[in-house]
């Protein structure tokens, strides 16, 4: 499975600055807003919830069947430290990972130097020039046809 985190904090928070074994290499990755729609309609949670899916069978069904799965975590801070809201992660299989892989990538750029740069100014105390640094991130504009299905 292929996970997207729309998140750049929450990324960092994943990958650790880019100093996990593994990880210290990010891609910023951008997508049609088709395809992110697409894999959205497509998803199902990631874990059973009580008022979303009928029973743990249906949920299981569903998950099973579907192409994309979405998982709520917490948001982050510049520290990595949680917020009181979550961000929304993506995962990708089958169908939906084909799509992103062939249809829906429109650039890919490595912004490890970026986690880098960043990760040092916070850890030297210049929270402001790390935030200066942050790339744009908006709420997306998504509504319950998109979201419905997949918020408790």
């Given at each position: 499975m292929t996970w997207i985190k729309p998140s750049f904090l929450w990324m960092m928070y994943r990958c650790g600055w880019a100093t996990?074994?593994?990880?210290?290499?990010?891609l910023a990755v951008e997508i049609t807003r088709d395809g992110f729609e697409w894999a959205l309609r497509h998803a199902c949670l990631s874990h059973y919830e009580r008022g979303v899916h009928p029973d743990q069978a249906a949920w299981k069904r569903q998950l099973r069947q579907s192409p994309a799965?979405?998982?709520w975590d917490p948001e982050r801070d510049l520290h990595l430290a949680p917020l009181p809201y979550r961000s929304l992660q993506l995962g990708l299989a089958g169908e939906a990972s084909a799509r992103y892989a062939d249809e829906w990538?429109?650039?890919?750029?490595?912004?490890?130097?970026?986690?880098?740069?960043?990760?040092?100014?916070?850890?030297?105390?210049?929270?402001?020039?790390?935030?200066?640094?942050?790339?744009?991130?908006?709420?997306?504009?998504?509504?319950?046809?998109?979201?419905g299905h997949l918020t408790p």
């Open positions: 996990k074994a593994g990880q210290e290499t990010v799965r979405v998982q990538t429109v650039a890919i750029r490595d912004v490890t130097p970026l986690a880098h740069d960043m990760h040092a100014l916070v850890r030297s105390g210049d929270v402001e020039g790390a935030r200066r640094l942050m790339p744009e991130e908006r709420p997306y504009p998504a509504g319950a046809e998109l979201l």
